[in-house]
Every structure is written in structure tokens, then in C-alpha cells.
């Protein structure tokens, strides 16, 4: 089984700054693309940014200059360093990643649980 969890959400004011991390645990060969995902109420889950293995990185418009995705593959962790932030950033984030448990089998892909993000004066 692989674990994925996220830690260093919470209250901010506007403008303020956030880093969150997620660390995968379990049996694992291999993790490929580690990415957050972003859940704001009544709406669908939406790509934050996204790395690969080889430290590829995308990003949504939204986020794009505010924030920078990196990863420690040592650690099998991933942050999420988020600047500039906005009211419209409060949401619930998720860590996602596309992990493989043996060499010989298909990477499977996991989620956490999500935390929450509220950007409030």
C-alpha cells in the first residue's frame, strides 16, 4: 500500500505565503509525476502544478509566477511553495502521484487526503 500525506495547510492572510509538503510512504519502486490538485467547495478538482521525475514541471494559469512546485526524490516528498496568495486560493489541496510498487508492474496512481487552505484576512 502507499500512503500520500499532506501537511502545511491553513490560515493566511492575502499577499501572505504557504508551503505545503507531501510525503508518499509505503512500498514503493518508483514514483513518477507528483503533482497538487486544488478542490474549492461545489467545484471539481483542478490541477495545481505538476512535476516529473525529471523535475519537468506545468503549472495552471491561475498559479503560474506565485508558485513553485519541487520534489525530493530521496524523500519521496513534494512542495508546494505557494506566494502572492489570494482569497480565490482557498481551497482544499491534494497530493497525487503516479507511484510504481515493483519494477515489472504499471505505476498506480494515489491521492491524500487534501489540505485545506483558506486565504483570509
Known amino acids: 500500500q502507499v500512503q500520500l500525506v499532506e501537511s502545511g495547510g491553513g490560515l493566511v492572510q492575502p499577499g501572505g505565503s504557504l508551503r505545503l509538503s507531501c510525503a508518499a510512504s509505503g512500498v514503493i519502486f518508483s514514483i513518477n509525476t507528483m503533482g497538487w490538485y486544488r478542490q474549492e467547495a461545489g467545484k471539481e478538482r483542478e490541477l495545481v502544478a505538476r512535476i516529473t521525475r525529471t523535475g519537468r514541471t506545468d503549472y495552471a494559469d491561475s498559479v503560474k509566477g506565485r508558485s513553485i512546485i519541487s520534489r525530493d526524490n530521496a524523500k519521496n516528498t513534494v512542495y508546494l511553495q505557494m506566494n502572492s496568495l489570494k482569497p480565490e486560493d482557498t481551497a482544499v489541496y491534494y497530493c497525487?502521484?503516479?507511484?510504481?510498487?515493483?519494477?515489472?508492474?504499471?505505476?498506480?496512481?494515489?491521492w491524500g487526503k487534501g489540505t485545506l487552505v483558506t486565504v483570509s484576512s
Open positions: 497525487n502521484a503516479d507511484v510504481s510498487i515493483l519494477a515489472t508492474m504499471p505505476a498506480s496512481n494515489y
